[in-house]
């Protein structure tokens, strides 16, 4: 069982690129996010999705896009990236289409925009 | 929105130590989750602890839902627990909210 996979695991972007961070489960989850962890900090919300078709704006959601398509796969994307936007990245999911339910995380994304 | 607070930040102790981690939140909840993240930035699950006493080996966690805290006790504290513990908590907006952190140092 794989539980939630993000890809990539290292990324260098230059300032102005576009990239899709990948993110899948293979739980059945019906609820899926996108955090960023900046240095030192907590993890902050950016998007997230209570089933297929439907995403909803988190905390910090500027700068990026999110679909979901299909319940597995909940892709994040930069339009045109920023040095702000260097961040580890984390993807969760959760059974239920309520965040009550417990949250696994994948390995996260590291990163940078120079 | 929801206040999530964690303490102490920063807690450094001798191995065989005991410790007490501390999650205050603003709002009644309905999900609360305690993590690790490892020195290699990995999340790892403790508890999902809304409410109650729950216990996994040398780690035990309460959540007093009436009074808005929750703690992780660690005993006997190894090398392998550093890292930060993270708690993480559901309200009303059904958003999980992460606190800021407590980052524990263990050494030999």
């Known amino acids: ?15 102005g690129q576009s990239m899709t961070l990948q993110c899948a489960q293979d739980m059945n989850h019906e609820y899926m996010s996108w955090y960023r962890q900046d240095p030192g900090m907590g993890l ?3 998007h997230y999705s209570v089933g297929a078709g439907i995403t909803d704006q988190g905390e910090v959601p500027n700068g990026y896009n999110v679909s979901r398509s299909t319940t597995e796969d909940f892709p994040l994307r930069l339009l045109s990236a920023a040095p702000s936007q260097t961040s580890v990245y984390f993807c969760a999911s959760s059974y239920s289409a309520r965040a009550s339910t417990e949250a696994f995380f994948g390995q996260g ?3 940078t925009v120079v | 929105g929801i206040q999530v607070e964690q303490s102490p930040p920063d807690l450094i102790l001798q191995e065989g130590a005991n410790s007490t981690l501390r999650c205050n939140f603003s709002d009644s909840v309905n999900n609360l989750q305690w993590f690790h993240q490892n020195p290699w930035g990995q999340l790892i699950n403790l508890f999902y ?18 009074e808005r805290y929750s703690l992780l006790y660690i005993s006997s504290s190894q090398t392998t627990d550093s890292g930060v513990y993270f708690c993480a908590v559901v309200s009303n907006t059904d958003k999980l909210i992460f606190g800021t952190g407590t980052r524990l140092q263990v050494f030999p």
Do not use: E, M
């Open chain 1, 44 to 46: 902050r919300l950016i």
């Open chain 1, 1 to 15: 069982n794989a539980g939630v996979t993000q890809t990539p695991k290292f990324q260098v972007l230059k300032t």
């Open chain 2, 49 to 66: 602890i809304p409410s109650g006493t729950k216990q996994n080996g040398r780690l035990s966690a309460t959540t007093v839902a009436t």
């Open chain 1, 109 to 111: 994304t590291r990163l």
